[in-house]
């Protein structure tokens, strides 16, 4: 079965808010978003929008039939429930993937996701707003800037990155490295995987083998040319050769499943067996893949010891391979303390919006909006551009871009005053990644050194959700395991309509406030002054600070 979107004015669902979850949910699913739709995984490994196909079509029936005053409750992919609430509750609760601290382990997700109890939701597949890989795409351009900011006078023309996996979310990396006007060699074990992010422009080229795409490379860096180059063939075996030909790398990292090691592939095992045998011995499969990220991580750990600047890059990679065996695994950093905590203390996190109208017409005047809305931000400025330019939307049109407290509701509205005038042709859904300043729990991730060491505090998160419940997101959920797997990390995310009535900018105003005021308290919390500084400055209140 091939799912869509619905596009246009006319709804199948009773009112905007209902019909926004339907087509986000069902936009999930597309098969220009969606990895593998058939099996209903939206990315990140086994992420899934729905439990199964019977939960899939409860759901759009559910969502289909909810009043304006009912909320739709969904458990790992699985409506369970419609309750009677109000209209400024939420109309879909979801709660996915989450399991007791001791019962937290891949075994036993597995065991209970076999009978068919649970799914893993990653971030945004089982909360219905992954808009394709666009939506890492300017974290991962941010990310690559801050690199750049750090090491390279601000640019990364005349660097060579190396990186591997070229999936929903990896494969952002390459475009991520030419807009900052640097070089990519992005190793993908899966030629389908390589060829798709051909096909969508992520990437500009894939080498016929290792040889020629090392030299590739090495003329584009000393051309000062940017380009990304795809190779296929499994990382833990490229990268410890590129060590020992001593290429001249600059920037290593890693978007591979790793957090889910089924999902990566081990040296020696033919991409055709993959599925089978880590269905089949997952325990010798997990082995195998651990001992292969070990491998891998040391050839990370050797380019850094050469002077090449190495980050972890959110998928846990470091945390496998040390139970793989390889002790200097958390030699080099994650790239959260490495490069996004300071924006997290202003607040700054994934903005992220979705045309209901699915006319890409609608982006552009956003676009614009945002232009206009804050004109003073260069680097904002540069990406919606280049984003507009560039970008392939993939389902419904969409758009991101990094935002912070003060910026988002501001956004917000202006986009339902557009909404509400006419000059957008449908409603705006607004929401974000799980991957945000206060939203999430992962130490190895988000949360990784702390200031203060709290590091595996879950509370955040769950206060994130409930003061977005009680402020008015159209949709909530709490997530476990995302980004970095199972037993890993706690998260939230929210999503709220613009319909353009006044009721929706009441809700807008709230939301897009409170959920970015979240990392301000959360990381003035820990003892950062740059996010005192912020509070102090925009008056967020802090019972404990004066
Ligand atoms: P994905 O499953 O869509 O893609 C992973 C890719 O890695 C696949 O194409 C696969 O073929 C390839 N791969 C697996 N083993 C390999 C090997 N040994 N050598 C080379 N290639 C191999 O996953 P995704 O959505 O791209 O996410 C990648 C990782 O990044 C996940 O762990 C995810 O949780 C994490 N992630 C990070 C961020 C972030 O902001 N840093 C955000 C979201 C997800």
Redesign the pocket.
Known sequence: MVVRADRGTSLTAKQWSTEAALRMFHNNLDPDVA?RPEDLVV???TGKAARDWPSFEAISRELAALEADETLLVQSGRPVGVMRTHEWAPRVLIANSNLVPDWANWPEFRRLEAEGLTMYG??TAGSWIYIGTQG?LQ??YETFAAVANKRFNGTLKGTLTVT????????AQPLAVTMNEGVALC????PH?AQRRLETRYLDEVAADLDSAVERVLAAKAAGEAVSVGVV????EILPELLRREVAVDIVTD??????PL????IGVALEDWQDYAASKPEEFTERARA?MAT?VEAMVGFMDRGAEVFD????IRGEAQLGGYDRAFAFPG?VPAYIRPLFCEGKGPFRWAALSGDPADIAKTDQAILELFPENEQLARWIKMAGERVEFQGLPARICWLGYDERHLAGLKFNEMVASGELSAPIVIGRDH?DCGSVASPYRETEAMADGSDAIADWPLLNALVNTASGATWVSIHHG???GIGRSIHAGQVTVADGTELAAQKIERVLTNDPGMGVIRHVDAGYDEARTVASAKGVRIPMEG
């Not at 190793?187 to 899966?190: A, K, L």
């Open positions: 990895e990315y990140g490994g990653q971030m890492i974290g991962t591997a996996g070229l999936g929903g979310m990896g494969g190793i993908e074990v899966d995987r063939g499994n990382a833990a978007q591979t499943s790793a957090h889910d999902a990566y592939l081990p292969s891998h890059y959110g998928n846990s790239f991957l995302g980004g970095v």
